[in-house]
């Protein structure tokens, strides 16, 4: 998928070592328990591009031709972790640090919501989903300024302990934005 200024892509093995530079970032990772070594990162892009193969759509690898091509991901996961919400389709945005304040997130964030409510029959591509869901921890306020400018909603009803960190581990508490096809 094209915007104004990026490339929504599958993604490329030239892809993996800014990956892994993004995610060894521990300013980048820091609403995440801990940044990624680089096997945990070839890993993770290992699992996107399966679930491409498997639904045809994923987290889109980003390209931003005026901040030198590769910036991160933008795109759609299937969550399926017990909460009270899943399975959800899940629309997330991983950025290195050089491409944020730019708009980056929120223009391909709004390609890939789009996509997530075409139907799947569309020519452009469709999830035909009625709804999406977008989770991050409480603190994590400029994630939650992306979600808010696609157009999500919080309701505080909704928001939860992640299974995977422990109940008074500080990243714990989570919140949920939804967003329904219009
Ligand atoms: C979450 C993340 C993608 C948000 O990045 P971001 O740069 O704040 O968000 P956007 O790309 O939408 O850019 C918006 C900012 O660019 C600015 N901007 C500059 N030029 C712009 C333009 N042409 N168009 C739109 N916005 C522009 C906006 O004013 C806004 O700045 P502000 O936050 O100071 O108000 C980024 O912080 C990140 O990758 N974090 C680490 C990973 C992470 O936490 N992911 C989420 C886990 S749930």
């Given at each position: 998928?094209?915007?104004?200024?990026?490339?929504?892509?599958?993604?490329?093995?030239e892809?993996?070592?800014?990956?892994?530079?993004l995610?060894?970032?521990?300013?980048?990772?820091?609403?995440?328990?801990r940044?990624?070594?680089?096997?945990?990162?070839?890993?993770?892009?290992?699992?996107i591009?399966a679930?491409?193969?498997?639904?045809?759509?994923?987290?889109?690898?980003v390209?931003?031709?005026?901040?030198?091509?590769?910036?991160?991901?933008?795109g759609?996961?299937?969550q399926?972790?017990?909460?009270?919400?899943?399975?959800?389709?899940?629309?997330?945005?991983?950025?290195?640090?050089?491409?944020?304040g730019?708009?980056?997130?929120?223009?391909?964030?709004?390609?890939?919501?789009?996509?997530?409510?075409?139907?799947?029959a569309?020519?452009?591509?469709?999830?035909?989903?009625?709804?999406?869901?977008?989770?991050?921890?409480?603190?994590?306020?400029?994630?939650?300024?992306?979600?808010?400018?696609?157009?999500?909603?919080?309701?505080?009803?909704?928001?939860?302990?992640?299974?995977?960190?422990?109940?008074?581990h500080?990243?714990?508490?989570?919140?949920?934005h939804?967003l329904?096809?219009?």
């Open positions: 998928m094209t915007t104004a200024r990026l490339v929504l892509r599958r993604w490329h093995d892809d993996r070592v800014p990956f892994a530079a995610n060894a970032d521990p300013e980048v990772m820091r609403f995440f328990p940044p990624l070594t680089r096997a945990e990162s070839d890993e993770f892009a290992d699992r591009e679930a491409f193969d498997e639904h045809g759509y994923g987290l889109w690898a390209d931003a031709a005026e901040a030198g091509g590769f910036v991160g991901f933008v759609l996961a299937w399926r972790f017990p909460a009270h919400f899943t399975p959800a389709l899940e629309i997330g945005w991983r950025l290195a640090r050089h491409a944020w730019r708009g980056y997130a929120t223009e391909a964030a709004v390609a890939a919501r789009d996509f997530a409510f075409r139907p799947v569309d020519p452009s591509g469709g999830a035909g989903m009625d709804e999406i869901v977008s989770i991050t921890t409480r603190t994590n306020e400029p994630s939650q300024a992306v979600m808010r400018r696609i157009g999500m909603t919080r309701d505080p009803a909704d928001d939860f302990l992640h299974p995977s960190l422990a109940p008074d500080p990243l714990a508490p989570h919140v949920l939804r329904r096809r219009a």
